[in-house]
């Protein structure tokens, strides 16, 4: 008679076959049943189809990684990967994330009695995840305010975080970290001088240095705008009081595109709050500027190959003078606003030739008292038409001519404003959701967003109040997970239009947010009931991570990736 066939016997590759399409609370289950599947559950391509299927797919973070290549990681290192992964998730969007590990850091070596606040913090992309940059100012009595920069070393084989780099200075502006982790220039430093002349210095750090007081190293400086905007690559945005924004080359030290807005009455010295720019988005052949009523789309100018054949002069040729491609008005005013494109999870390596969809989240400034009140997620989604060149990629001179005649906002009729990425018709930014976010006056507040969609925000929701309400003292940070597409049967996504209803009745309604809505939850990671003292928020989504700047100056740092121990056969 014919042995009884049981699933245990199966061949290999069937098994395997079968494990690739089980849950991995499914394959840990198995490994309990019979000692040929404990030992199948541990072989390498069990945990590499399991990585791939369920964490790198969907695009989910991978704590711990550290840069180390997939490729060199042993079984036992690809199941423990997973499985934090996992773990991560669960506790990252739970209604109270866990903490597993936390810190706090105290900048060191200001003078005694000096009033301390930090100015802003921030992760620095890449390099295994491990420094954080802090900007702290402080007063002294009959000083001048002083800054002063700090990079710290918090990796868990440090112990505790040390400082590597210090770097002090007066009459800062602003401080701008590069988005681009491969490139030398990390920190972008704005300074005001003598006759209010501004200056950008482009840093890198040397981790190394045996002197923390040597460890920024100056790599490029040059004229400047007041207000810096974004850094990536090369490539560095500032905007000055007139509204007008200036892209710089930082390789190169100077202006290769000016980007003009439409004035009012035509008039150069009319400065339209309006227009004034709050944040902008680099990407290879365009740029994105998001002010106070607007958003405009420009095309940036190919940038000349360096090479012994073009001189100088045609490598500081004038800078060239751009109108908006496109452009969309809020029917708001906006209070405050963070964007960030969306990274591409692997399985969509198919589609890296085309824009990343972009996600803003903004707080509107209205008479109305609610809407500073709300949170509102948008998403400006590409158009599908259009694909992404390189950098390099060097168009004709038509492509880009170095002064375009101002777009009208709005839709467009013209066949040809189909190829602008964004702002096409018919893709204006669409409501996602609508989160409650209480403020107080007088009460810091701030908020970030992650390029993974997890949104971070600091607001005056307190224990007794409701989720609408501020209390009178007390502060929340809260987050949540963005979703990006819609439901199957959903309506289309609302746009906003272009302001005519004005302020007035039905101007005030806020969507409830049915967008991608399904499951999303809001995050509290900490609460306090009586200090006001939080200011400002920084999101590591990679390691699961926060920082939390204080106005006395302290960094608060959380870390919410349980550790996972992978038993041995």
Request: aromatic share 6%.
């Amino acid at each position: 008679a014919m042995d009884t066939l049981s699933f245990a016997t199966l061949p290999t590759d069937i098994l395997l076959l079968v494990l690739r399409h089980l849950r991995v609370a499914d394959v840990l289950a198995l490994r309990q049943t019979c000692k040929a599947l404990d030992g199948l559950t541990r072989s390498r391509s069990v945990w590499h189809d399991a990585l791939h299927t369920h964490i790198l797919a969907p695009g989910l973070p991978l704590p711990g990684l550290r840069s180390r290549p997939l490729s060199a990681l042993s079984a036992a290192e690809l199941e423990q990967l997973t499985l934090r992964a996992l773990a991560l998730r669960h506790n990252w969007t739970s209604a109270s994330p866990r903490t597993t590990r936390s810190a706090e850091l105290d900048p060191p070596g200001l003078p005694a009695g000096a009033r301390a606040r930090n100015l802003a913090v921030h992760y620095l992309p890449g390099r295994e995840s491990r420094y954080v940059l802090t900007i702290t100012f402080y007063d002294e009595p009959a000083a001048p305010r002083k800054y002063v920069v700090h990079c710290w070393d918090i990796g868990e084989d440090t112990g505790q975080p040390r400082v590597v780099a210090t770097l002090r200075c007066m009459n800062l502006t602003g401080a701008t970290v590069n988005a681009d982790p491969e490139h030398p220039g990390i920190l972008a430093i704005t300074r005001r001088g003598p006759s209010d002349a501004v200056t950008t210095c482009i840093f890198s750090i040397d981790f190394c240095a045996r002197d923390a007081q040597t460890a920024f190293v100056l790599l490029q400086e040059f004229p400047s705008l007041r207000f810096p905007l974004a850094l990536e690559g090369s490539v560095f945005a500032a905007s000055a009081p007139d509204n007008v924004v200036r892209v710089f080359d930082i390789e190169a030290g100077c202006v290769r595109a000016v980007l003009r807005v439409p004035r009012e009455h035509d008039d150069p010295t009319l400065r339209n709050e309006e227009q004034r720019c709050l944040g902008a988005v680099l990407l290879p052949r365009h740029i994105l500027t998001f002010c106070r009523q607007w958003i405009h789309l420009y095309a940036l100018p190919p940038v000349p190959e360096p090479s012994p054949a073009v001189s100088d002069a045609a490598q500081h040729a004038p800078a060239a003078v751009c109108d908006p491609l496109a452009s969309h008005k809020w029917q708001w005013r906006i209070d405050s606003l963070v964007v960030a494109p969306r990274l591409r999870p692997p399985a969509e390596e198919g589609r890296r030739d085309t824009f990343p969809p972009i996600d803003v989240l903004v707080r509107f400034d209205t008479w109305f008292p609610w809407p500073v009140n709300i949170l509102h997620h948008y998403v400006l989604s590409p158009n599908p038409a259009c694909a992404l060149l390189p950098p390099s990629s060097s168009p004709s001179s038509s492509a880009f001519p170095a002064s375009s005649p101002p777009v009208p906002p709005g839709p467009s009729t013209d066949p040809g404003a189909g190829a602008a990425p964004y702002l096409h018709a018919g893709g204006g930014p669409a409501m996602a959701h609508s989160i409650p976010s209480p403020i107080r006056l007088f009460t810091p507040s701030d908020m970030v967003l992650g390029r993974r969609g997890t949104a971070l925000w600091l607001d005056a929701q307190a224990y007794g109040g409701g989720p609408a309400q501020a209390g009178d003292h007390g502060q929340r940070i809260a987050g949540r997970v963005l979703a990006l597409r819609t439901e199957t049967g959903s309506p289309p996504p609302e746009t906003s239009g272009e302001g005519a209803q004005g302020e007035g009745e039905g101007a005030d309604r806020v969507s409830p947010g049915w967008y991608g809505e399904g499951g999303a939850q809001t995050m509290v990671f900490h609460m306090q009931e009586e200090d006001d003292g939080w200011n400002k928020l920084a999101l590591d989504e990679d390691e699961g991570r926060i920082a939390v700047g204080t106005v006395y100056g302290t960094v608060h740092l959380f870390e919410y990736a349980p550790e996972v121990c992978v038993r041995g056969a």
